[in-house]
């Protein structure tokens, strides 16, 4: 062997994914949320101190500059306040993201900006997460940010929401004052479009009071420290039947030994797709089955939700980028359609009006969007729905679309992957409404 | 009852598989993605570690295809021999094409100044030939082996991050990134740069390189080196490092955590001459892999972020 390298080569590898094993948990994603200065930087730097996942280097760092910006304490939000102007103007702009990990499970940490002016990138935290913690601080109680996030978290898909209930010292760790604050996120959570279950944790972020360990100052506080919450939290959701993968790519060899190979590249998203499964391709709704499945160039007899995986079909049915592999079982099938009704968090500066045309991107497929109605917007703190002729910059509201190419639709709360799309603004290209299907057909809302 | 025997750590003990399987996919579809939808992409190689993991998912994504993209290697000059070997041999290996793209000609060519004086280092010139590369060749997205676990700029990051006609990185104006559902649309003369690998720590990539034997230089693992102590790093004489007065080299027992311009980049004292060491001291660590290792990031707080928004990888 060469002396420069270390290794084998691929091709002698053979490497399978892991068995699934109930005992390993999952990656647990989770975005912190809440007003500004309710404490999530220092929650997290807390988490990340904790967990002994701060370096040394950077522990210097942030000490170094938690002088210079004035503050006694080190301050551990500066640990992932990333950006220049975050750290002089003391806020967050932009999500960050922060990886610890326990000999229980691996966490990502999207701690979010709590201004209302950078909601679009709480969106962008938030989405991806399992589980929000909404941070509220004692003193001032629920305010519309932890109303906004809520409704926001929920709506984009977390399963979970913790209430931390943070600065319990700065009230004498009133027992009283933190179940007030619990009952009403409760009851909030509860009235939302997607009530998801809610816990609540009293808290003390800067001093470490039920964030890794139980505080000695909640005697009356029975549940478990955050950490360990966390850690426990099941975030499997249950298997949805019926695995659709959304074609990202054709895989065909250019001759060699694989000349006559062709395969479709995606993500199987809900169920579980086995060989000899029968498939029906939409929107063409050609029907065939499952001839060959590969996950890591290396084939396997099955693939479950989130594996990346090439499928082959028996048949020499007509297949390109966009189209969907949808399996028979779906207790809902998708359905083709051109006029959706949509849930769309608007996050430019130009207004959404009727008339405008937008680039859509659903699944793998992408094509133009235009707005044929605004039915209204929701007023974030009441809930309550205002007819609006427009919606602006971090307005939630409900929207008519007509599509230029037939997607293969879900409703969002019947299955999320299939049932939601961005709207990219055709000027800038830069990505403007994140949108959840509530309808499918434009001319019979739900509410 | 007895105690169970002690077992010596296999990689699982580190993370937990599903974890790593979970990060495998999720890069594995951003590759398929952005060079489905981006007409000319290419992956930008370094001969580092995690370059070397980035393409060997770039491989897995597209099997049994060939990879349908080049790997470009921006080549300071101050380069680790048993760097450019197994660069050489890797991509003869793995039958990709190569594209080099060299900050000397940058110099001879008058687009950069070289910076004068024994701590000069290429490590920011490197923005300058890195974007000319880019225009030259017409590539409108550039994979990147960066993970937010590196530097707190970094953590700010999306996985698609858009830049200017300048090459010019905005972190104030960031496109939104719900979900996985990824925006690519760019204008001529603008492009992409792709991160797969955002969500990896180091561990993770050691843990990856363990379970699939990916190949990397020598200069990871433990060998005995001749080096001079500067603020606390430890710099292999011989090559672009310029011994100041009163430098006295000597050999020691050493291997990287990071491979960049031998100029910047240090040793670390370690015995750890395989995988399942390795593992073991990078779980082990207290020491973030840019603190430890490279001169450049410890000069200041926005350093990372400085040479990001002129276009940095
Ligand atoms: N007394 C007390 N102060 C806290 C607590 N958590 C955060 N703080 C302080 O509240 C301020 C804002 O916290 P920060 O984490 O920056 O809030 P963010 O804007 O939500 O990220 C800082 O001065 C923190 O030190 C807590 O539990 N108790």
Partial sequence: MDSSMVGTDLRSASVAPSEPDTAVRTTLRIATAGSVDDGKSTLIGRLLHDTKTVFEDQLKAVEKASRRYGDGETNLALLTDGLRAEREQGITIDVAHRYFTTPLRSFIVADTPGHAQYTRNMVTGASTSDIAIVLVDARHGVVDQTRRHSLIATMLGVEAIVVAVNKMDLVGWDQAEYERISKEVHAFVDGLPHPVPVFSIPMSALLGDNVVATSTNTPWYDGPPLLTFLEQFDASVESLPGARVHVQRVIRPQGGDHADFRGYAGVVAAGTLTIGEPITVLPSGRTTKVSGLHRWGQPVADAGAGHAVVVELADDVDVARGDVLVAGDATHPPEVAEDIVIDVCWMIDQPLLVGTRHWFKHGTRTGHATVTAIEHRYDLVSLEHEPTDELVLNDIGRVHLRLSEPIVADLYRHHAEGGRLILIDAASNTTAGAAMIAAISAWSPEI | ?313
């Fill in chain 2, 1 to 313: 009852m007895s105690q169970p025997a002690p077992t010596t750590p296999a990689f699982d003990d580190y993370v937990s598989p599903v974890h790593l399987d979970e990060l495998t996919d999720e890069a594995i579809t951003i590759i398929r993605e952005v060079a489905t939808e981006c007409e000319n992409p290419v992956l930008l190689f370094s001969g580092g570690k995690d370059s070397a993991v980035l393409l060997h998912l770039a491989r897995l994504a597209f099997a049994p295809a060939r990879l349908p993209f080049p790997v470009m290697h921006v080549d300071t000059g101050h380069n680790f021999a048993e760097v450019i070997d197994y660069r050489d041999r890797l991509v003869k290996d793995w039958n990709v094409r190569l594209v080099i793209a060299s900050v000397q000609e940058s110099i001879d060519s008058g687009r950069v100044v070289e910076d004068v004086g024994p701590r000069a280092s290429r490590n920011r010139l490197q923005s300058v030939t890195l974007l000319d590369a880019l225009a030259e060749h017409g590539f409108d997205a550039a994979f990147g082996g960066g993970r937010r676990d590196e530097d707190k700029a970094r953590a700010k990051e999306r996985i698609l991050s858009f830049r200017d006609r300048q090459g010019r990185w905005d972190p104030r104006q960031q496109r939104p990134e719900p979900w996985a559902l990824l925006n690519p649309r760019i204008r001529k003369g603008e492009h992409l740069r792709a991160f797969p690998l955002s969500n990896w720590t180091e561990l993770d990539i050691w843990q990856y390189i363990a379970r699939h034997d990916v190949p990397l230089p020598t200069i990871y693992f433990s060998h005995t080196r001749t080096v001079v102590e500067r603020d606390g790093m430890l710099l292999a004489v011989g090559g672009p490092v310029a011994l100041e007065a009163g430098e006295q080299p000597f050999d020691e027992v050493v291997r990287y955590r990071t491979v960049g311009d031998a100029s910047c980049t240090g040793a670390i004292r370690s015995a750890a001459s395989t995988l399942g060491h390795i593992l073991a001291e990078t779980a082990a660590a207290r020491i973030t892999e840019r603190g430890a290792t490279r001169a450049d990031d410890t000069f200041s707080e926005s350093a990372m972020e400085d040479r990001k928004r002129e276009g940095y990888f």
